[in-house]
């Protein structure tokens, strides 16, 4: 069947300039909807390892996966939407994520008899599937802004994880108590088949001429080279994935904590990782707004990178030394390091596509995917780990550890010449 074809007049006056703000909500909304999967189902851990008998590392292991199956895909899907576009990929993940999790929510549910392995099998693959929008949404949104929008449209891009996640993380636990695993499943699915069809509907790629033309900021035979063959994005890279750490420790096992050390309820876990996310949400577009006003961009978003790792690190620091500090104290410090971890995404993200060029943009994005969501696989492995040798105190000196160690692996400021 033939596929019609626009011609390149007609393109721009069906979707101008104006557009791209269409187009960044279609990518808000795809992003926030992957995201309230992949952060709330952490919060109903509690419930999660009650309902299906799960220990301690069973359930490390299960909510491991999601990040598993984002990490291994995440380059796929890169190089996927450098070759079929924004559109087609993320209306091939965002549906086949929400099946899936109907399909959870029919037949692997506590009530069914599901085991360890099965659900750790199907968090694999909706982490897999889901993971479809962090690099297609975000090429698309560098596809549609200048150079001088991008910080800020990408950071807003990237406030859907933690505005998503906040959601799945006010919603879910609460769902998973008082309707069981099916609501808990379902109701993502929702959100996911929602955000594919304002896709299908609204999301459109511009003419080979972009409304607003991108600024290049790296020579062009640095742009040509593919971002998997050069090493100041494999640092940035890198870097991210360790300034993963203490978001994904506050993440995933705030509410154990609370609930085995503190005698705290699930209300007083999922308002602290709230505030993390809703904290980490703004401070990502204050960043984005903030680098994108400081004329030399690239310079100015490697700088606030590393500055946040220094933040991060000092915060969770302080998180471990309180950890037998009074609930309110170590809650306060939990939040606030949360916060800061969630802080650097959109700068980071920005920077990444804006050095490898906006033709293997969604390369780059699969990469620092990759490595992001490997961390944040093997984050809810390790703790359990540490803490059968250690204390939730060295748990968070870790998260500590992990972000001081990102600021000297994080590329330079590039200097003026």
């Known amino acids: 069947m033939a596929v019609p074809t626009v011609t390149a007049g007609a393109l721009p006056r069906r979707y101008g300039p104006r557009h791209r703000w269409v187009v960044l909500a279609v990518g808000v909304g795809a992003q926030g909807s992957f995201s309230a999967m992949f952060s709330g189902i952490p919060v109903t851990g509690v419930s999660m390892r009650a309902g299906y008998h799960l220990s301690t590392g069973a359930l490390g292991l299960a909510l491991a996966c999601l990040g598993l199956g984002v990490a291994v895909s995440d380059i796929v899907w890169g190089l996927l939407t450098d070759r079929f576009g924004d559109r087609r990929v993320l209306l091939t993940g965002l549906t086949s994520t929400g099946v899936l999790l109907v399909v959870m929510a029919t037949a692997v549910t506590p009530a069914d008899g599901a085991g360890t392995v099965l659900l750790a099998v199907c968090l694999t693959i909706a982490g897999a599937l889901g993971g479809s929008v962090n690099g297609a949404s975000g090429r698309a949104v560098m596809t549609w802004f200048g150079e001088g929008e991008r910080g800020f449209a990408m950071s807003v891009r990237q406030t859907a994880i933690p505005a998503g996640g906040a959601v799945g993380v006010a919603l879910l ?8 695993f099916r609501a808990v499943y379902a109701v993502p699915a929702a959100f996911c088949l929602l955000a594919a069809a304002a896709t299908w509907r609204w999301l459109h790629e511009p003419t080979p001429q972009p409304p607003i ?41 705030t509410a154990i904590f609370l609930h085995d050390v503190k005698g705290a309820g699930a209300a007083l876990a999922g308002l602290t990782v709230l505030i993390a996310q809703l904290g980490g949400g703004a ?18 978003r490697r700088t ?14 302080g998180a471990a030394v309180l950890t037998d500090a009074p609930t309110p104290l170590t809650v306060a410090a939990l939040a606030l390091g949360g916060l800061l971890a969630n802080a650097w995404h959109g700068v980071a993200y920005t920077e990444i596509a804006a050095m490898s060029g906006a033709g293997r943009a969604g390369t780059a994005l699969g990469l620092i995917g990759t490595t992001l969501f ?25 998260a500590a550890a992990a972000s001081l160690a990102a600021v000297p692996l994080a590329p330079a400021a590039l200097r003026a010449r």
């Open 374 to 398: 490997a961390m944040a696989f093997l984050t809810p492995l390790l703790i359990p780990v540490v803490l059968a040798h250690a204390s939730w105190a060295a748990v968070w000196g870790l």
């Open 213 to 253: 033309p991108p600024a290049p900021v790296v020579t062009e035979s640095a742009v040509e080279r593919s971002p998997l063959r050069r090493w100041d994005v494999w640092r940035l890279a890198l870097a991210g994935a360790l300034l993963t750490v203490p978001q994904f420790a506050v993440l995933t096992f």
């Open 283 to 300: 401070a990502r577009i204050w960043t984005g707004r903030r680098t994108d006003r400081a004329g030399d961009s690239s310079g100015a």
């Open 173 to 180: 636990p609460w769902l998973a108590q008082a309707y069981g």
């Open 304 to 317: 606030c990178l590393r500055r946040i790792g220094v933040l991060a690190g000092i915060a969770m620091a």
